[in-house]
């Protein structure tokens, strides 16, 4: 309890009389006892894991084994450049999306927010991050060239070389001369679908009330025009459905042979 109370966030805490609830104690204690029972040697976490991963090394002494190394690194922030990255709060790039998706959320990421991928999650040499951040400082680097350079080497790391130059095209032509991607997934229609219903099916929102939310917000466009009605109802056609930046659905009538 002592080395608890010792923590700087529980002693602020004590001394200005506000509430420690017992479940914050009994998360570092499992945690520290995760490192026993799995007889770590090493354990990599979080900056701010630092107390619990100490907290293992206590209790791996008490119970006779030696104590792991305990390794940090920096949070990782998502895509909206504030919160970490979270899939629960949407703001992750996955790493076994498609390359232009992945590509594409890179792009998204606010200028302010390249220095944290930079370090975390590339594999250039600290002299090769410092020219980068030096020239995005004095003006001498455009930010656009610098993710462009940060998202083709993501890619790069998880889908090799040819996917992250295909990638890269797809972003030129879709984004920056506004083009329809070359290959985009195709839906048949038999018949008239509310525009909710077909976002939710084609797999472009994880429920109907987030289909609705995205029509609403004018994320969506049917032909290029955009939809914000929701009781819109899409009839079967030659089209493309557009949802968000990088979603792209082909509609075709179904064929009557």
Known sequence: MQQFLARDNFAKRYKRGDPIWLHEFMYALMQGYDAVALRADVQIGATEQLFNLLAGRRIQ????????????????????????????????????????????????????????????????????????????ADGSIHPRDAKMKLAWEIVDAFHGREAADAAQEHFRRVFQRRELPEEMPVRELSGPINIVDLIFDAGFARSKSDARRLVQQGAVRLDGERVTDIETTVEPREGVLQVGKRRFLRLRPTSSE
């Open 61 to 136: 002494e008490l119970f006779g084994q030696r104590p792991q190394v305990c390794i940090t690194y920096p949070i990782l922030v998502g895509t909206d450049g504030k919160l970490r990255m979270s899939k629960s709060r949407g703001n992750y790039i996955g790493i076994d999306e498609p390359p232009e998706v992945m590509y594409g959320k890179v792009m998204s990421i606010p200028d302010e927010a390249m220095a944290n991928y930079f370090d975390l999650v590339t594999r250039w040499s600290p002299e090769e991050i410092e020219r980068l951040k030096a020239g995005l």
